[in-house]
Nanobody, 115 residues
């Protein structure tokens, strides 16, 4: 099982930026896909952004043009750069990995966008 540790959440004003990090316990070369999901209170967990081994990415429509997912294979880390944040981006953000048919989750990091 892959262990994932997220960091970088916090409180930010609307229009601000944050970068989330997700460190994996194994080489991300061995992981088929990594992604960021979020869950707001009373809502279902939803995909925010995902990157597969080839480097191909996909994003939720609500974050396209504002969020960017990237990876540093040397550090076994995936990032989510979030710009132009909106109050509706407020949620717990979770890192996920898919390897050999198994999905692993991090513990989550809270992002709050408020003035």
């Amino acid at each position: 099982q892959v262990q994932l540790v997220e960091s970088g959440g916090g409180l930010v004003q609307p229009g601000g930026s944050l970068r989330l990090s997700c460190a994996a316990s194994v080489s991300i070369f061995s992981i088929y896909a990594m992604g960021w999901y979020r869950q707001a209170p009373g809502k279902q967990r939803e995909l925010v952004a995902r990157i597969i081994n080839s480097g191909s990415t996909n994003y939720a429509d609500s974050v396209k043009g504002r969020f960017t997912i990237s990876r540093d294979k040397a550090k076994n880390t995936v990032y989510l750069q979030m710009n132009s944040l909106k109050p509706e981006d407020t949620a717990a953000y979770y890192c996920s990995s898919e390897r050999d048919g198994f999905r692993s989750w991090g513990q989550g990091t809270q992002v709050t966008v408020s003035s």
